[in-house]
């Protein structure tokens, strides 16, 4: 059976077998370290001569950073920390021995690290980040299938645009010409009629030329879409989902969570009910700290931060101006010219994390908003039929996963929230 460090608790007394790498050493004359490093955990192996033997102990200047190695020795209870364990080595073998490693202990430039990202993952930080990008995943799925959601992935590959050709990937299908998904909310929609409750979750991708902390070109997004739910039952169920997740990580990564320093107390408050903000309401906060700001327009990041920094929750702003939103979006009967679509920031200005809202049922209206839009009706055929045969309302959102894991885990950019970000101006490793 083969034992990582994260089962030393069970094997104190016995001797047994670490494979591994090496995370550093440190030496003294009578005494050295090694701490190993499994993916599961990091553990002191110490080297003393009456343990380990003269011969190991001469040869332990061999293992340099990130060698791979086996490591026999007994497991011990640290003498100082409860729940801590240690080895005390009896032999050891180098299995591959690295070269001249170049991520070392000291500072490095985001370039130098971003262009090693293949061995930058193997950091504390960076293996924390993606252990609770796991957890969200999870949570995520437990969440919708503990709910009665179908799972309805939506394809990559699309002939048509869902939020705009202006960042639109396009590629060749054979000899038709296609687009990367920017989001699979209008299959969503589609399966919502044959499922009731449906979400789908996967890779999108923008062709965003911008260098922001929050935008990427290939992001994992997940949509759920609720048939018969309106704008409202929608922020009900966004609050849930968030609670949810933020309470899971919390619950489930808080050594993650405090090896990435997160403020904790940031993230309990995060339970619902969260505020609701009118788009009018939302702009008299920001005129007052940027009178700049034009009633009207859609919000930059500096003006989402001056919103979620009135509130210790996530706020929702619903009611958006109808001239900024995707041509999908429900125009509300009572206030002509308003979108019922509702976006989430999330708190600490760390931007908007969910948009969504309910979609136009209307067959008329939506041909007429695709003629608007400047698309072209007959990609998006398939896509009226779903108004053609039993319209109902319907609403859904997409949550961004590397934004809240960003937020989560308070991050100061969200190139650190993949294994390998797809960024403007970069796509190595
Ligand atoms: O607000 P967006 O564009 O909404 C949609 O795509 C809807 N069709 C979703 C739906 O209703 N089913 O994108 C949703 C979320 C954003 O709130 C943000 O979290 C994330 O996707 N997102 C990005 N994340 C990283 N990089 C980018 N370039 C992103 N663009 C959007
Ligand atoms: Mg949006």
Redesign the pocket.
Known sequence: MRIYISDLKDHVGQTIELKGWAYQTRASKKVKFLELRDGTGIVSCVFFPADCGEENFNNFEQITQESSLKVTGEVRQHPKHANVYEIAVKHFEIIGKSENYPITPKEHGTDFLMENRHLWIRSKRQHAVLRVRHEIVMAIRDFFDGRGFTLTDAPIFTPAA??GTS?LFETKYFDDKMYLS?????Y?EATARAFGKVYCFGP?F?A?KSKTR????E?W?V???VAFNDMYDNMDLAEQFTEYIVQRVLKNRAEELRVLERDITKLEPIKGPFPRLHYKEACEIIKKENPEFIIGDDFGAPDETIISSQFDKPVFVHHYPQAIK?F?MKEDPKEPGYAMGC??LATEGYG??????QREESVEVLIQRIKEHGLDQKDFEWYLDIRRYGSVPSS?????????VTWICGLPH?RETGSFPRLYGRAYP
């Open positions: 869902c939020e960042n920017q989001s699979g909310q209008l969503m999108t923008r965003e929050r935008h990427l070109i992001f997004m949509e759920p879409e995707a999908y976006d989430m908007e994390v969910i948009g969504g809202g859904g959102f997409g949550l961004g996963l590397e934004r809240a969200v």
